[in-house]
């Protein structure tokens, strides 16, 4: 290896092999699913990309600016994206570190990721279809530079990251911006509605042909020289990105690379002198305060939970200002629910420890809770304030008691349930944004906590739709009563099946052979369920169940469903063949696996 990546093209070469025997290995089981279904649903947006250009060209920049930002937000919101090949793998070899970055840029596009997002920028080259011969030869150019110059800028930003997150204070602000991040993907569009006027429509026009992703449209509308010294200008800021990682990763590989916060100098502070649960709370108050990750997650969702109304005020919308404190619940509900798996093997401190799996549950809850309830109190109480919804109380402190013990309750019992498999916290990377978890589980992990929590305050939220102030003691003893039963039920798991989750965490899953999954089936309906998975939501609730329900309460607003724009004779027809759409579709992605792997069709193959 040490002769490898000290010639230029050959080490890209190797890396690149490297990077696709990894990524060969891996696909077993829900692993070649997930990725499956990533590259259908990524197809499937490129080749809307393909469509905004010839169909709504005047978009195209503003469509190539949101897969820029998918590059660059990306990989935080996936704990720093995807490493398989680690600069530290390579700190030891006779090679500059220009060498190694430019080998590890080529393995960086030895993946889905870069292929699919290649299919989106031959949107390039389409339009420039409309400038002639010359404006296709332009947009495959910009589009081999779009491509290059938005991996080299995820690659310096999780770089960049790594060697900034070292404190709490930036592991909170990489938080803070992650928040605000996703606060602007899903309510971004309030400012720019109150803003409006051509003036911003204006400036827009120019403000997404400056970013690098709209650099390749800037030179397919440009004349001969412009465009040449725009593409030219697209290769110098390749070769700084590359000199900038580079150094970046030569820092990277000579620091200390660390999951957490290294405790004080001199006399440690001892933990009280006290047992039970009360310990096991002090110990996790001390991951919270200690571990990057988590004080990162947990700024996530307090900013998120914050700037989400504050987006809507530009409209003058209050409704949302009073509920901060309990998306704020939720969202750190979702970002704590894997606890056991962020910790890597330190289970076994607690299964050698007789009866200690009570206290440690029990533990866990309480500095949740400390963590996450007196600011989402705050929160609650000055937004409800603030905003002067005095309707709002009743649904404030109803649903803030349930919502705190629902997610005290169903961390430790999705956390012990549902565990993923981490990396020791001292055995992290020099990325610490890295958990070494699979991050698609984690993610699912936190879209399942984001329906479940709050449902727990669903018989609060309904108390108090029949007396406003029933809703505060029910939410008070709904929260309570799955505070104590989920964290009883999350503790005799852990009492009859430690040894098991001790075991996954080291060893990660044991393969089943008799199990089907997607990964199984032939290749057409391996297509055929993924995609099925993919949209089948669409006609079932969006085009089916909720024009069914608006036409039954007589809601006037048509939006965008279908259903509804159509003449009243055929309303109910397509209600119905949009729920059965959905359903069917349903219906083949779960049934047909079972039909192939069932043992008689599995004999017959």
Known sequence: ??????????????????????????????????????????????????????????????????????????????????????????????????????????????????????????????????????????????????????????RVIVALIGLFVRSRATAAAVGIVTGT???????????????????????????????????????????????????????????????AWAGLLSRRVVSAARGGVPPRRGTPRPLPATGGARLAAAKELRAWWRDLVRIQLLATAFSYAIVTPLLLLALDIWIMVPFTGLIAIVMAAASSANLYGADGTALWLTLMAPGAERADVRGRQRAWLLVVGPAAVVLSLAGTLVSGQTWAWPWVLGLLPALLGGGAGLIVLIA????VPGTDPHKRGGNPLNTGADETAETSLAWLMLVAVPTTALPAAGAVLLDPWAGVATGVLTGALAAWGFGRIAYRRLENHGIDLLNLMKHGPAPQADKPTTADLPIQHRIGVTIAYTIAWLPLFPQGLVPMVMKILGVEDRGWFLALHLPPIWQWPTVIFMIALGLLMYGYAILIPMRLNSPSSAATR
């Open 416 to 419: 012990v349930t549902s565990l």
């Open 1 to 154: 290896m040490a002769h490898v990546l000290t010639s230029g093209p050959v080490a890209a070469q190797h890396m690149v092999r490297m990077r696709l025997a990894i990524m060969r290995n891996s696909l077993r089981g829900d692993n070649a699913a997930n990725l499956y279904t990533g590259v259908s649903g990524g197809l499937i947006l490129a080749f809307g990309t393909i469509a905004v250009a010839v169909l709504w060209p005047g978009y195209l920049p503003i469509t190539l600016a949101v897969w820029l930002s998918g590059w660059i937000f990306g990989p935080i919101f996936i704990g720093g994206g995807n490493e398989a090949l680690r600069p530290e793998y390579f700190s030891m070899l006779p090679a500059t570190p220009g060498r190694i970055a430019a080998a590890l840029l080529a393995g960086a596009f030895a993946g889905p990721a870069p292929a699919v997002n290649l299919v989106a920028l031959l949107s390039l080259p389409v339009y420039g279809w409309r400038f002639g011969p010359a404006g296709v030869l332009i947009g495959l150019v910009a589009a081999v530079i779009t491509l290059i110059t938005m991996v080299m800028l995820s």
């Open 181 to 243: 991040a996703i606060a602007l993907c899903s309510n971004g569009w309030a400012p720019v509605v109150a803003l409006g006027g051509s003036d911003t429509t204006a400036w827009s026009h120019v403000f997404v042909r400056v970013l690098p992703s709209g650099w390749g449209v800037a030179a397919v509308e440009a004349p001969w020289p412009l465009a040449l010294a725009i593409l030219a200008a697209g290769a110098g800021v390749i070769a700084l990105l590359l000199v």
